[in-house]
């Protein structure tokens, strides 16, 4: 980040001097690809490290133009002392030996893997810095460097048509694959939930863990985020369907619908469920998203076209009147359609302008 503050100096005249300074925020280089586990046991994925001498743990290097035998020193040149020893030899042959040693040693967090003057060498450092932080002018073009890397517990997937779910900025999804530490997720929707507009976080990320756990956990900013029950359910309002001889209710859901203190029919928007009128006419009711995927309504599908109900709609019927006689029941003020082919309702798209039916056709379609 670059911050420039404006300097007056008074001469003659007035000269406006820009002086700039840099900030170096620290940040973790991300992970490239997977955190997989070695033949020590360790966790390690690739990652574009770079490292000032202050980070450096031990740089073991070929001999100059092969002649004698690999050593490793420490930032200031001399012995490597690290625990347990490093088998120059054996780091130095390729970047799977360089990755075994920063493994097996006790406080390093990152190894590069290059060569100088046709010669290998291993850097174990203390941990894996951006080219800015360890103010490394050029790119290096041919390092291959690893770092220690954490994962997050996979995120629990729950089905609904109004659950909303993660997409994240990693390969795989984070409910099959366990998400790498810095992976970032963002909800398929948002809704209010509550009258919270915030109920729905707009992003979540894998940390690392804390307190020595092998673990990372998911958060939102600072405040742990549980994957177990990350998938919500944006509700539609409770929606009562009266018990009549013309009106029967079937739902996928063993759990609705559910008899509400007048006897009647209540659902939740948690299933779809048909509302079936006269034996004869079956018209699904559902709970879905709008289009923008901010807020969820009622549906209904009659006359091959989706059917979107009020806001305000709290009673559905095979006939207006079961609704208007249950005085804790709200029907919308649009009347119902009395032929096959609404005449009156108006499609999802594009969005209607007067209220929908609150009452089903008494017709086949």
Same mark, same amino acid.
């Given at each position: 980040?670059?911050?420039?503050?404006?300097?007056?100096?008074?001469?003659?005249?007035?000269?406006?001097?820009?002086?700039?300074?840099?900030?170096?925020?620290?940040?973790?280089?991300?992970?490239?690809?997977?955190?997989?586990?070695?033949?020590?046991?360790?966790?390690?994925?690739?990652?574009?490290?770079?490292?000032?001498?202050?980070?450096?743990?031990?740089?073991?290097?070929?001999?100059?133009?092969?002649?004698?035998?690999?050593?490793?020193?420490?930032?200031?040149?001399?012995?490597?002392?690290?625990?347990?020893?490093?088998?120059?030899?054996?780091?130095?042959?390729?970047?799977?030996?360089?990755?075994?040693?920063?493994?097996?040693?006790?406080?390093?967090?990152?190894?590069?893997?290059?060569?100088?003057?046709?010669?290998?060498?291993?850097?174990?450092?203390?941990?894996?810095?951006?080219?800015?932080?360890?103010?490394?002018?050029?790119?290096?073009?041919?390092?291959?460097?690893?770092?220690?890397?954490?994962?997050?517990?996979?995120?629990?997937?729950?089905?609904?048509?109004?659950?909303?779910?993660?997409? $994240?900025?990693?390969?795989?999804?984070?409910?099959?694959?366990?998400?790498?530490?810095?992976?970032?997720?963002?909800?398929?929707?948002?809704?209010?939930?509550?009258?919270?507009?915030?109920?729905?976080?707009?992003?979540?990320? $894998?940390?690392?863990?804390?307190?020595?756990?092998?673990?990372?956990?998911?958060?939102?900013?600072?405040?742990?985020?549980?994957?177990?029950?990350?998938?919500?359910?944006?509700?539609?309002?409770?929606?009562?369907?009266?018990?009549?001889?013309?009106?029967?209710?079937?739902?996928?859901?063993?759990?609705?619908?559910?008899?509400?203190?007048?006897?009647?029919?209540?659902?939740?928007?948690?299933?779809?469920?048909?509302?079936?009128?006269?034996?004869?006419?079956?018209?699904?009711?559902?709970?879905?998203?709008?289009?923008?995927?901010?807020?969820?309504?009622?549906?209904?599908?009659?006359?091959?076209?989706?059917?979107?109900?009020?806001?305000?709609?709290?009673?559905?019927?095979?006939?207006?009147?079961? $609704?208007?006689?249950?005085?804790?029941?709200?029907?919308?003020?649009?009347?119902?359609?009395?032929?096959?082919?609404?005449?009156?309702?108006?499609?999802?798209?594009?969005?209607?302008?007067?209220?929908?039916?609150?009452?089903?056709?008494?017709?086949?379609?």
């Amino acid at each position: 980040v670059e911050v420039c503050s404006l300097k007056m100096l008074r001469t003659l005249g007035v000269l406006v001097v820009l002086a700039c300074s840099s900030i170096y925020v620290s940040a973790v280089p991300k992970c490239i690809g997977e955190c997989n586990s070695g033949d020590q046991g360790d966790y390690m994925c690739t990652s574009e490290c770079y490292t000032s001498n202050e980070n450096l743990l031990c740089s073991c290097e070929d001999p100059p133009f092969g002649i004698g035998e690999a050593a490793c020193k420490d930032k200031d040149g001399g012995e490597c002392v690290i625990v347990p020893a490093v088998d120059p030899a054996a780091a130095v042959n390729d970047e799977a030996g360089c990755r075994a040693a920063c493994a097996a040693a006790d406080d390093c967090g990152a190894y590069i893997f290059d060569q100088i003057i046709n010669a290998n060498r291993c850097r174990l450092i203390k941990e894996c810095q951006s080219q800015q932080e360890a103010a490394v002018p050029t790119p290096c073009t041919d390092c291959l460097s690893g770092r220690n890397c954490h994962t997050c517990p996979t995120l629990t997937y729950t089905a609904g048509a109004t659950n909303i779910h993660w997409i $994240c900025d990693s390969s795989g999804d984070a409910y099959n694959n366990e998400a790498v530490e810095g992976t970032k997720c963002t909800p398929t929707h948002r809704c209010q939930i509550d009258g919270d507009d915030e109920a729905i976080p707009a992003e979540i990320e $894998c940390k690392s863990p804390e307190g020595g756990s092998d673990m990372g956990t998911w958060s939102v900013g600072d405040t742990p985020f549980d994957e177990k029950n990350c998938d919500t359910q944006c509700p539609c309002s409770k929606i009562t369907i009266p018990k009549s001889e013309d009106t029967n209710l079937f739902c996928d859901s063993a759990e609705q619908p559910v008899d509400d203190a007048n006897g009647n029919w209540e659902i939740d928007g948690s299933t779809t469920c048909d509302v079936v009128c006269d034996g004869q006419i079956f018209i699904p009711i559902s709970c879905k998203f709008n289009e923008d995927g901010t807020k969820t309504a009622w549906h209904i599908a009659y006359g091959g076209q989706d059917i979107i109900l009020d806001e305000n709609t709290k009673c559905f019927s095979c006939s207006g009147s079961n $609704c208007e006689e249950d005085p804790n029941t709200t029907a919308a003020t649009t009347k119902a359609p009395t032929t096959a082919t609404p005449t009156t309702a108006t499609p999802t798209t594009p969005a209607p302008t007067t209220a929908a039916p609150t009452t089903a056709p008494k017709d086949k379609p």
